[in-house]
């Protein structure tokens, strides 16, 4: 929409990330090669601009990065908790010193808008470990009875849709009780990973207590099944998630898993509109809806369905998509041409299946990898597109008559990670909040986020909780 | 008369039954197997579950999930205590049947049977605590209401203990069905009859049918389509081998079933809360709160 509001460009400057040609992997303190000399490309998925080349871990970089963790384990675990707290306190403080530059890497590796990095994903990122911080040396109160143990090596994997988050969800707590972290970012999203080995540098964090290994699939199957691993956690695909059960079963191994879901939000009769259609947009179109609690599912009391369409699609000709680093930016880039190729082919199964196909008008830049809100309406429960989880701008609306038609709906899927509820009746929140099976259910409020709330998945969402004291309960021996 | 008197008087033997949806069924598959005590004397014919029963009891426990998970905390804890009097009544018979089927002495098997209606009543009190312990608000950096609560994670499929056919059972099955769970048994496969018995209690103490079922037969032959049922939520591998915990835990990961791997558990201890929060889902319910503005009054 261009005639009421016209935007000058307001763009953050890069220059504040300064990215080295190459990055080797993070093992026992240093940056070294691949075993192999192996290296990929990391790309701009808004430019398609390659940002460096960094080294590629295989089998061989896991076994050295493992032994690393187990090495330094033996010290770390034996550390006060007060002491393990002040290194966490300084990593926090770091962060928060650093944000800018991180926003603005993380915004280049990944594609989502600036303001998203800088005013959700880094807070949140400095704050986890905050939190976590405050925990280690109060281990004993957590409730897991006198003195809990660390598990050991932590081998995590984690996505690219929230790389230095994600990062921050593994390694905080997995440290603050005492364990030692092997970690794999996403190929399409290495960037934050290095950089964040860089500020365990900085902190004086002992040698081998965190290890970085960018590198694909093959590195994070390597070390999810790697002997010497005690703890798993991934946060990815229910498809990959239910591969690591099958790998680690019959081990000693814990596992934590995060996967996916196909969110429904729910909208009542009595709804504040406006209210809701911001949460909406909030639900589906942060981070371009690569986001595994995202309210994909519209579900909406039929005798309001027009009205909140209409104010919907009004409210989507108003979101600005286009260049990241500008901070008027509401959707940025697509994470990889991997993903976009997947949400393209999803939405076209979406149209040949019947349902109604809505975007605003909306003009996609020449080079990167971009895909415009898009809306479905004439949606039903058999759907492809209301079944599996797309994991981009992509909404699908369907309706219901009564609460319980909405509750049997929002609860027709495998999955069962969140749930968004729009109501101004006390009541009726809390009755289909208690028959949702979801793991997170916000009401009259969307993706919200904070380290001291639990957050997880019922169902094939997967297992465990990350955040708050739950979120400990996985990384000690109880 | 006097003739009839010296005759010993013949028992009436039992015939042992699957305990299905609050129903006791015969097996489906018409096949029983032989119960024997542990010096090898025939005791009773034990059904020998298909899986056909296993699917079948997989229905009547999804069934009852709902109202049972809805009761309220303090029903639950009523109901399971009245499990524990009804269990008190009947202290004999399983004295008995323990001894048989675990080869203790009448007072060794006495205590053992004391040991477990005691541990139903620690549980009994847990229904309504547990929430407070593993839950509670959350001080989340924002205006808002923030609040986690355990809830049941849905239909558990519970492999008893092998060696302990009656203490090991109820310290598996309590657990699972005091969060609101409800529950397939498969009983101990050589020592089954203290567990059919236990149906006997369950369905008269305001049980309400189908929160457990219990299955005897071949342990491995039951969970196996347990393990692969696509709606049923969690397995604890208490009395499955290395080798079958495995097979199932592989088996298990197809809808990523929560899973509570075998582990050497002293039974007659006093537990602690895992078994507990092994089925249980953490759900977070987030509200805005309304805050007070710079003004001092915006609500």
Redesign the interface.
Known sequence: MSSVFEYAPAPESRAIADIAPSYGLFIDGEFVEAADGKVFKTVSPSTEEVLSEIAQAGSEDVDRAVKAARRAFEKWSALPGAERAKYLFRIARIIQERSRELAVLETLDNGKPIKETRDADLPLVA?HFFYYAGWADKLDHA?Y?ANPRPLGVAGQVIPWNFPLLMLAWKIAPALATGNTVVLKPAETTPLSALFFADICRQAGLPKGVVNILPGYGDAGAALIAHPDVNKVAFTGS?AV???I??TV??T?KKVT?E?GGKGANIVFDDAPIDQAVEGIVNGIFFNQGQVCCAGSRLLVQESIQEELLESLKRRLSTLRLGDPLDKNTDIGAINSEEQLTRITSLVEQGEAEGAERWSPACELPESGYWFAPTLFTNVTQAHRIARDEIFGPVLSVLTFRTPDEAVAKANNT?Y?LSAGIWTEKGSR?LAV?NK?R????????FN?F?P?????G???S??G?EG?R?GLEAYLD? | MSEKSEQQRLSVFKTYKLYVGGKFPRSESGRVYEVSDSKGKWLANAPLSSRKDARDAVVAARKAFGGWSGATAYNRGQVLYRVAEMLEGRRDQFTREVADAEGLSKSKAAAVVDATIDRWVWYAGWTDKIAQ??GGG?????P?F?L?SPEP?GVVAVLAPQESSFLGLVSVLAPVIATGNTAIVVASENAPLPALSLAEVLATSDLPGGVVNVLSGRTAEIAAPLAAHQDV?AIDLAGAD?VL??EL??A?????K?VL?PQPVDYAETP?I?RMTAFL????????TGSLGASGSSY
């Open positions: 704050a409730g009875g229910t998630g239910k591969e059960a099958r079963a019959g000693k898993l996967l495998p069962g929140i909040a949702l979801a793991g997170v259910v916000w009401s009259n409020t919200k904070d001291t709330s639990p957050f997880g019922y169902k094939e997967g297992f909780r708050g739950h109880v | 312990v593993v959350n001080p989340v950096a924002g808002f923030n986690s994670t939520n290395e915990a495995k835990e592989i298990a990961a197809d809808n990523l929560r791997r602690g895992d889902e953490t759900k977070t319910v987030w509200h805005p």
